[in-house]
Nanobody, 125 residues
Framework: VQLQASGGGLVQPGGSLRLSCAAS????????IGWFRQAPGKEREGVSC????????YYADSVKGRFIISSDNAKITVYLQMNSLKPEDTAVYYC???????????????????WGQGTQVTVSS
């Protein structure tokens, strides 16, 4: 199981970015894919999660209405469209996968077995 996150960069406040998480070595059947972020000096926090098999999505309150998670099951890729970005969204963003996730634990990093490398998102003018 491998995950490759990409799409980070520098963007001005109010701007948009789309992150991608490309998976290999498994299919999305029975997996949950989560996005997390970690800012300097802070704990890793759950941003969003999707179960591609049924399309259910979950969001942290801080990003609801601004971020959209989606999946392309044929490409085995999950996307995080980030709109109306704020400086407080600045962090390293990670994607993670798990096949036994309890949905109520979607935002708990310890609930995921597989992690990709991070991609830096910086929101600054």
């Amino acid at each position: 199981v491998q995950l490759q996150a990409s799409g980070g960069g520098l963007v001005q406040p109010g701007g948009s970015l789309r992150l991608s998480c490309a998976a290999s070595g498994f299919t999305f059947d029975n997996y949950a894919i989560g996005w997390f972020r970690q800012a300097p000096g802070k704990e890793r926090e759950g941003v969003s999660c999707i179960t591609p098999s049924d399309g259910k999505t979950y969001y942290a309150d801080s990003v609801k209405g601004r971020f959209i998670i989606s999946s392309d099951n044929a490409k085995i890729t999950v996307y995080l469209q980030m709109n109306s970005l704020k400086p407080e969204d600045t962090a390293v963003y990670y994607c993670a996968a798990d096949s036994t996730l309890v949905r109520s634990s979607w935002s708990n990093p310890s609930a995921y077995d597989h992690w990709g490398q991070g991609t830096q998102v910086t929101v600054s003018s």
